[in-house]
């Protein structure tokens, strides 16, 4: 037993030690042939495995139970499910022992294991193939006129095929390719056909909507693309592919996950739910999850509790679910610091159209007084015209002088309060229940010798209000704001409807405060 333990941490250890050496390589394209090598090396140099610790993997797919013959997305039945699970659970060990930091050699072992077909975004692309494709897209004019003929045929067939196609740029196709674990383009959507159109289908969306895609890289994200990410776009995910992403994310450095218009079915968005709501999902600290309004999910609201109450991720990015007041009060309540549990740590929070309502604004400020850890809160693309709507989140920041009366005041409900305090210590036993509750009272600072200031300058530092309908009526409001808050706060007020004139008004006295 002892030695059996020894032997499994000697394992680990040495595992990590060569993950590590792994994990240094930059990955381009040369990077993965590289990388693969030294996988390959890791494997003869592995010790021997002993055939009375490890079980053999029975596959669930075999010559009596045929797997489907092409990927197509599957909705799968109860009973499937269960066998999934059960498989994941009986041959824990056997699987991770496996895995490595290439997503696409894991999903390719999971496969090849449970004896089904793996999804077409995971499967891996040789060198020459790429090299193949760099060639093609740089002079093969013929190449891009069957595809825009496709595109053509696309349009007049079937109009929902090219709404849920976003486009990917020369740019963005850089990236991914780079990459190495970013999946996804619109291009290899086209060359795989239409099986794989037929299935994503029901995901049709506002085609404007997609095209902005492109257009807000906010610098925070391109800060994120540095870092390593899996990009799942316009693809829908069965249970059993989802249950093998989870399965191996883990032991991938992926800490960065986009999902991006899939329309998820109710059980495997449960498989998310699940994840983000265990200490498996804890090197993600990034969370885009975006053209999934999941309106018709029974699992709309747990899955956005979850992921807003996550004490791992730190930037959540949620734009255009549809959100609305309902969700996004829900939201804000799980990021309000909790006395009773560990505290979520989201500081950017992203709800780019949303279609918020004034209820939502409301929430949001409450849950802004209360601070905690939120630096920096989107609502671009609300429809918000009017300052009013928003009134509740400007009150909870800013550094607010008192007059003489209300200075008094508050030193008297101070007193009252430490009042309430000292009756409450003298309680004992049973007579605990009767405390009363103690009042909490705002941070107040001295600004000058006799000036008092409520200071609510809380964490939050920009907020970005961007491509609302704000307009020179709200300029006022918006000076006075940008008078009581602190010195590196700012807010984004570009894309709105101010003229020309209070712009410059506000730059000139404000500054670095705002942006227009
Ligand atoms: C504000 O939001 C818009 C839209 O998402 C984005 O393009 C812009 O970069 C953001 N500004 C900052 C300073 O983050
Ligand atoms: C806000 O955060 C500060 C600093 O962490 C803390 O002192 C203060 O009590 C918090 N305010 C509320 C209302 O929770
Ligand atoms: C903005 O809202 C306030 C308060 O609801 C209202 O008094 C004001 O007339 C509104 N302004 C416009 C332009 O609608
Ligand atoms: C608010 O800011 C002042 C300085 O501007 C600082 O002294 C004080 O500790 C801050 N209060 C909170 C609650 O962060």
């Not at 009060?329 to 309000?336: A, D, P, R, Y």
């Not at 036993?429 to 405390?435: C, T, V, W």
């Amino acid at each position: 037993m002892v030695f059996k333990l020894l032997f499994e941490y000697i394992l680990i250890i040495w595992k990590l030690l060569v993950c590590c050496s792994i994990v240094s390589y930059k990955v381009n394209q040369k990077g993965a042939v590289k990388k693969e090598s030294k996988l390959l090396l890791f494997q003869d140099k592995m010790p021997p495995k002993k055939k009375d610790e490890l079980k053999q993997i029975l596959p669930i797919y075999n010559a009596d139970k045929a797997a489907p013959l092409f990927w197509k997305y599957q909705q799968y039945s109860l009973e499937d499910r269960q066998l999934f699970d059960a498989f994941f659970l009986n041959f824990q060990k056997e699987l991770q022992i496996k895995m490595t930091d290439n997503i696409y050699t894991n999903m390719e072992f999971l496969c090849q294991s449970i004896g089904s077909k793996i999804h077409p975004l995971f499967k891996q692309v040789t060198l020459d193939e790429q090299i193949e494709t760099k060639t093609l897209k740089q002079i093969d004019l013929e190449d891009q006129k069957k595809q825009l003929e496709a595109e053509n045929i696309a349009k007049s067939s079937k109009n929902v095929k090219n709404q849920i196609q976003p486009q990917v740029d020369q740019k963005n196709q850089k990236k991914d390719d780079q990459k190495g674990n970013a999946v996804t383009s619109g291009k290899e959507d086209q060359k795989k056909g239409t099986k794989k159109d037929e299935n994503i289908q029901q995901g049709g969306k506002d085609p404007k909507k997609l095209t902005e895609l492109e257009l807000q890289e906010s610098e925070e994200e391109i800060k994120q693309e540095m870092l390593p990410y899996l990009l799942i776009s316009t693809q829908r995910i069965d249970y059993l592919t989802m249950k093998m992403i989870i399965f191996q994310l883990p032991f991938t450095n992926i800490n960065t996950l986009k999902l991006h218009n899939n329309m998820f079915d109710d059980e495997t968005l449960e498989l998310l739910i699940s994840f983000f709501n265990s200490d498996v999902s804890q090197k993600i600290k990034k969370l885009f999850f975006e053209w999934n309004n999941l309106i018709s999910s029974q699992k709309r609201t747990l899955f956005f509790q979850t992921v807003s109450k996550s004490i791992y991720i730190d930037n959540l990015i949620l734009r255009c679910n549809s959100l609305q007041d309902e969700m996004t009060t829900i939201i804000s309540q799980q990021l309000i610091p909790s006395t009773t549990a560990q505290s979520s740590n989201i500081k950017f929070l992203d709800l780019y159209d949303n279609q918020i309502g004034i209820q939502g604004f409301q929430q949001l400020g409450k849950m802004i007084y209360k601070n905690k850890s939120l630096t920096t809160l989107g609502l671009c693309k609300n429809g918000i015209s009017n300052v009013s709507e928003i009134e509740q989140i400007l009150i909870s920041i800013g550094k607010y002088p008192m007059s003489e009366e209300q200075y008094q005041a508050y030193r008297n409900s101070e007193k009252e309060r430490d009042q309430i305090i000292e009756r409450n210590k003298k309680l004992k036993g049973k007579k605990l229940l009767e405390a009363e509750p103690v009042p909490e009272l705002e941070a107040i600072e001295q600004i000058t010798e006799n000036k008092w200031a409520i200071t609510r300058n809380n964490t939050l530092s920009m907020l970005n209000l961007s491509l609302n309908q704000l307009n020179d009526e709200s300029v006022e409001r918006f000076e006075n704001f940008l008078q009581v808050v602190h010195d590196n706060f700012q807010v984004i007020l570009s894309f709105n409807n101010f003229e020309q004139r209070s712009k410059e008004r506000l730059k000139k006295k404000f500054n670095k405060k705002i942006a227009l």
